[in-house]
């Protein structure tokens, strides 16, 4: 996910990367401990009030934070490339207390000036050249108003990228853009004012295997340049022996590191 990326690259497929968090709708929430971290970071960034205020949920996946959001008196609109993920939202949040839209945050489906602030968590790593959805946020966004923004960068997963790269030349693991290239993107997006926090987070497994069937209970195994042909047990073994080798903790897990950008910008 770099900025010289082609429109038709497969990571930027957005057909398939919506198919792929589509089948993982519903198994989403049992596989989002990390998500919901990440999230919740963001969320303590926004103010407790926000009654009478319009909140777009950008990227709102199951309806988790919406949900939290309405709580704190919002008016919520929930904006997802799945539909399949908005229904989640809807059967989480009510169909009568938010509203969903299907939308591209490339190309987002509002009006300029329509939200007093915008939400989105984890979400922006999807899409091509992140000065766009950063554009889209602000174009949307009142005067007086703020984005609050978090993605992954460059580092994130690493352990299994290495561990993969010991076993085969394909690539296993997206690729992620680095704080720079962020910092890039917002003054592309002609953003003056705003504030970014880098955190890395470590998640600990019992294996590799349960590591990639959280990603893939996401729906985060969309992988430009993967492999067609499935991958052979006897790799999946290897792969195993080769993230056994990182450091354990005290509890005997092996890490999942991740490099997380937070960001706010000020309109």
Not at 50 to 59: E, I, T, Y
Not at 113 to 120: E, I, L, N, P, R
Not at 173 to 185: C, E, G, H, L, R
Request: proline share 2%; aromatic share 10%; charged share 20%.
């Amino acid at each position: 996910m770099n900025n010289a990326v082609f429109v038709n690259s497969p990571m930027f497929d957005k057909q398939a990367i919506a198919d792929a968090f589509g089948k993982a709708a519903s198994s989403y929430d049992d596989h989002a401990a990390f998500q919901r971290d990440v999230g919740m970071r963001l969320l303590e960034r926004l103010p407790l009030d926000l009654s009478g205020q319009r909140v777009l949920d950008l990227g709102c996946g199951t309806g988790y934070f919406s949900q939290l959001l309405l709580e704190r008196g919002a008016h919520v609109v929930c904006c997802d490339l799945s539909p399949a993920m908005l229904e989640q939202a809807k059967n989480r949040c009510g169909a009568e207390f938010a509203e969903y839209h299907q939308g591209d945050a490339e190309s987002l489906p509002f009006k300029n000036q329509t939200f007093d602030y915008v939400f989105s968590s984890l979400a922006l790593q999807w899409c091509q050249d992140l000065s766009l959805p950063i554009s889209e946020m602000r174009r949307v966004t009142r005067e007086g108003g703020e984005v609050f923004f978090s993605t992954l960068l460059d580092g994130s997963l690493s352990e299994l990228k290495q561990a993969w790269a010991k076993i085969d030349s394909y690539q296993h693991v997206n690729d992620f853009i680095t704080s720079n290239q962020v910092k890039i993107a917002l003054a592309q997006a002609h953003c003056k004012s705003h504030h970014l926090d880098l955190a890395t987070i470590l998640v600990w497994y019992s294996s590799a295997f349960s590591l990639m069937r959280d990603l893939k209970g996401i729906g985060a195994n969309h992988v430009a340049g993967r492999s067609h042909g499935l991958t052979s047990r006897q790799s999946l073994k290897r792969l195993e022996r080769e993230y056994q080798s990182f450091e354990h903790n005290h509890q005997g897990l092996v890490p999942a590191t991740y490099q997380v950008c937070l960001g706010t910008i000020n309109l």
